[in-house]
């Protein structure tokens, strides 16, 4: 299994559309977990972190599986600002280096 | 709202050219680190820095990089002869160990665009 592995996409939905993102890492013993938020040519932006079963702000929710080693996330209500490629992202290494996922493009359209 | 700055935003040198990259840290974050991302692939770890030293190194980050920290708020990226394929958006990072988590949440800084010709 690779470090951190997510589906490309891209995902293309409607304003107002629920949709869910999946990320499956291979370290089991990564206790935190983020998604982050890439605009095109632009730095990585934290979204969410996840240290338990999941956390929940505002359209977003983050759930992490220890026992399938999965972690998603849920974007209620999609806007059009909401297109963006979703970084899964784990800590790995003893000084919290942080490995990426190749990202998941979100196209949000009228 | 505190961040994380870079400069240049964009460098374009020779191969076979040392290059610079500057960052300067949110203000009391302690952990230090530099990424790369190359076109159209993911970000990469490169070195991560705390206490004035290399705390740990990607395989990327060979003899010819180098970082340092010249005084209390640039961190710096040295590419020391650069190649055709070190062109990619450099990015700094930082955070701070006493915000309690378990693994301390990394702020990026816009990057840099270097391009090697």
């Known amino acids: 299994r690779k470090e951190v592995e997510q589906d490309p996409g891209p995902f293309n939905v409607p304003e107002g559309a629920t949709v869910a993102f999946n990320c499956t890492y291979s370290?089991?013993?990564?206790?935190?977990f983020f998604w982050y938020r890439q605009d095109c040519r632009k730095e990585p932006k934290l979204l969410m972190s996840v240290y338990s079963s999941g956390n929940e702000d505002g359209r977003f929710t983050a759930q992490l599986n220890r026992a399938s080693q999965y972690i998603s996330l849920l974007i209620r209500d999609s806007k059009l600002s909401d297109s963006a490629t979703y970084l899964c992202?784990?800590?790995?290494?003893?000084?919290?280096?942080?490995?990426f996922g190749t990202g998941t493009r979100l196209q949000v359209t009228l | 709202e505190p961040e994380v700055t870079q400069t240049p935003s964009h460098q374009v040198t020779q191969m076979g050219q040392e290059v610079i990259l500057r960052c300067v840290p949110i203000?009391?974050?302690?952990?230090f680190y530099w990424y790369r991302q190359i076109l159209g692939q993911k970000v990469e770890f490169l070195v991560s820095f705390y206490n004035n030293e290399i705390s740990e190194k990607s395989e990327i980050f060979d003899d010819q990089f180098s970082v340092e920290r010249p005084d209390g708020s640039n961190f710096t990226l040295k590419i020391r002869s650069t190649k055709l394929e070190d062109s990619a958006m450099y990015f700094c990072?930082?955070?701070?160990?006493?915000?309690?988590?378990?693994?301390?949440?990394?702020?990026f800084g816009p990057g840099t665009r270097l391009l090697v010709l």
């Open positions: 990072a930082s955070s701070d160990p006493g915000q309690g988590a378990i693994e301390e949440t990394q702020y």
């Open positions: 370290n089991s013993a990564s206790q935190s």
């Open positions: 203000s009391n974050h302690l952990y």
């Open positions: 992202v784990v800590p790995t290494g003893t000084a919290s280096k942080l490995t």
